[in-house]
């Protein structure tokens, strides 16, 4: 049987067409950890390690499914996000980090404030409101997402996290005739952004692998679902309530134009750790 160095070779050599040697190494220690439990660290003293032949099986697919260029969180089934793992498949973004910095700045904002009434427009796994749940546990949460499947994903990941949150399975652009006198304190949302011009820059992996529900709006009208919740939220937001966006870092200013021209008092505009404009913070 192959000893795992070889593997690590292997993954170099097969894999080097699609992404960069740092890429490569994070994918081979995410696949590792998955079938051996070894972390990067326990590698470096187990590399001479001989893999049984059920280990040999599971490695050479899941390198298959990557030179496919499938997402490594898709072949696994799972993606990590703000120290949970988190269920995920083709009907449903992988968590990102700037999605993180997000849901920090809505903790670090309201976690000594309570009780909370919260909606996630556009809830995907539900990576956004279960980490809500988790750390403001005296909120009231529901999450919306037009896509049966992402529902039942996001569901099975509120249950598993022991996270009770109101799924609503609906369009938010038809929120006019789903709501009623229901008012909320936050209302977050990371909606689809991505125009049709930008997939020329996208990697195959997003661009083949995940929802496009979830990830793009028409050209001809970059900011639907920003304004559309924007407008739901001047009806549902409490008086002294915050609207969170994660945007399209191209449209930042349009963003912030849009909801100033809305009526909403204050709009702030924050930069990820990539320095890419990427969150707003709106009050009314």
Not at 123 to 139: F, N, Q, R, V
Not at 159 to 168: A, E, G, K
Request: with cysteine.
């Amino acid at each position: 049987m192959e000893k795992l160095q070889t593997y690590h070779s292997l993954f170099q050599k097969n894999l080097a067409t699609f992404y960069d040697t740092e890429e490569i190494k994070n994918l081979f220690f995410m696949v590792i950890e998955d079938v051996l439990g070894l972390s990067s660290i326990q590698y470096s003293l187990n590399k001479d390690l001989e893999l049984s032949e059920e280990q040999h099986i599971r490695m050479n697919k899941l390198l298959k499914e990557l030179v496919k260029q499938k997402p490594i969180q898709h072949i696994l089934k799972k993606a990590d996000f703000y120290g949970e793992v988190f269920e995920v498949n083709e009907f449903v973004l992988i968590p990102r980090s700037e999605t993180e910095e997000l849901v920090d700045m809505i903790i670090r904002n309201h976690q000594h404030q309570a009780p909370l009434r919260i909606i996630d427009v556009g809830t995907g796994s539900g990576c956004i409101p279960i980490t809500l749940k988790k750390h403001l546990k005296e909120a009231n949460i529901s999450a919306l997402d037009i896509s049966k499947e992402a529902i039942a994903t996001a569901k099975r990941n509120a249950d598993r996290l022991n996270t009770p949150i109101n799924f609503v399975n609906a369009d938010i652009l038809e929120w006019e005739y789903i709501f009623q006198n229901q008012q909320y304190d936050i209302i977050v949302s990371n909606p689809p952004y991505i125009t049709p011009k930008e997939k020329e820059q996208m990697h195959p992996n997003v661009l083949e692998f995940e929802p496009h529900l979830a990830l793009f709006v028409e050209e001809t009208a970059p900011l639907l679902f920003y304004e559309t919740i924007a407008s739901f939220a001047l009806k549902h937001l409490s008086a002294e309530g915050d609207l969170y966006f994660e945007i399209n870092q191209y449209y930042g200013t349009e963003t912030v134009d849009m909801l100033r021209k809305k009526g909403f008092k204050t709009v702030d505009l924050y930069h990820d750790m990539q320095q890419n404009p990427r969150m707003i913070h709106a009050k009314r």
